[in-house]
């Protein structure tokens, strides 16, 4: 099969964790991963972004099938089910938020700069080395290391999904994805309307 320029976005996201790891600020490039899907589901009214642009993916996919770290298991029924699904939509655009209130409260110096990445929401991880108090504002490192922390998540949960079920079990539950599913059925409804 003919290898196309997009078959390798795979490398993208893996060179966007290590950057991260450096240099916290790199972390802002992760926006793209939100707005690029939504951008194609809104205009094209498809998830050609999910199908064969996201890098994270193809790296699942990469790792669990060519290097067999999957055990090729259909993931569980509730994975699937779209009530699992929007909660955890729901759920990971809290934690998004409240990402976004941190960030909001370094910017109006409620709250002092915290040089941690939470994975899993959870666990804090002192991640200091990766910024170097450069000449930008406190609240710009702020958001990179929320969105970091953010990314890792669900780069990490993708993992352990892909090891435990089929390489791309991550995409059943994927946020980005179900927005942009949802988003694709609106579309497919408007153009019935008409």
Same mark, same amino acid.
């Given at each position: 099969m003919k290898k196309h320029w997009y078959d390798y976005l795979w490398i993208v996201s893996l060179t966007y964790l290590i950057l991260g790891f450096f240099n916290i600020l790199f972390a802002w490039i992760g926006l793209l991963c939100f707005f690029i899907?939504? !951008? !194609?589901? !809104?205009? *094209? *009214? $498809? %998830? @050609?972004?999910?199908?064969r642009f996201c890098g994270r993916g193809q790296l699942f996919a990469l790792l669990g099938g060519r290097f067999g770290l999957s055990r090729k298991k259909d993931p569980p029924q509730f994975l699937k089910n779209k009530w699992f699904r929007y909660g955890f939509l729901i759920f990971f655009f809290t934690m998004f938020f409240q990402m976004l209130w941190s960030t909001w409260l370094v910017f109006d110096g409620a709250q002092e700069l915290r040089q941690v990445v939470k994975l899993l929401w959870? +666990? %804090?991880?002192? =991640?200091? =080395? @990766?910024?170097? *108090?450069?000449a930008v504002a406190p609240w710009v490192a702020q958001f990179a290391f929320g969105f970091y922390s953010v990314m890792?998540? $669900?780069?990490?949960? *993708? +993992? +352990?999904?892909?090891?435990? +079920?089929?390489?791309r079990s991550w995409c059943v539950y994927c946020p980005m994805g179900t927005m942009t599913q949802l988003i694709c059925k609106a579309k497919c409804g408007e153009k019935k309307m008409y």
């Open positions: 899907p939504l !951008i !194609i589901a !809104i205009a *094209g *009214g $498809s %998830k @050609a972004y999910c199908n959870t +666990f %804090k991880l002192p =991640w200091h =080395w @990766a910024y170097h *108090g450069t890792l998540t $669900s780069t990490v949960l *993708g +993992f +352990f999904t892909m090891l435990l +079920f089929k390489p």
